[in-house]
């Protein structure tokens, strides 16, 4: 069973950074592709980042790329979203994603695990 428990939302300023984490409770992190959905009110589910494995792959969604950087710490189990240059439209409950399939698979398909979500709020 995996395990997956985000940290690190808050409240910021639009312009301001703020870094998720993620960490997997298992002894099985480096087999799952690791990425970062977010949903925000009204508004579907959606693919921010993911990472290979062994993070030799990253993949962004079009809205945050050169802001965001997904990276992981094989060795803490735990997958980090770093968020530079929040703007407001970046409001929403963001997820951590466990797949087993290939981590850029991410893009199209829903993970097979999902972590409980952690509030991110930009203000203006």
């Known amino acids: 069973q995996v395990q997956l428990v985000e940290s690190g939302g808050g409240l910021v300023q639009a312009g301001d950074s703020l870094r998720l984490s993620c960490v997997e409770s298992?002894?099985?992190?480096?087999?799952?592709?690791m990425g970062w959905f977010r949903q925000a009110p009204g508004k579907e589910r959606e693919f921010v980042a993911a990472?290979?494995?062994?993070?030799?792959?990253?993949a962004y969604a079009e809205s945050v790329r050169g802001r965001f950087t997904i990276s992981r710490d094989n060795a803490k189990n735990t997958v980090y979203l770093q968020m530079n240059s929040l703007k407001t439209e970046d409001t929403a409950v963001y997820y951590c994603?466990?797949?087993?399939?290939?981590?850029?698979?991410?893009?199209?398909?829903?993970?097979?695990?999902w972590g409980q979500g952690t509030q991110v709020t930009v203000s203006s």
């Open positions: 990472i290979s494995r062994y993070g030799r792959t990253t």
């Open positions: 298992g002894r099985t992190f480096t087999s799952y592709g």
């Open positions: 994603a466990a797949t087993g399939a290939p981590a850029l698979s991410l893009r199209r398909e829903l993970p097979e695990y």
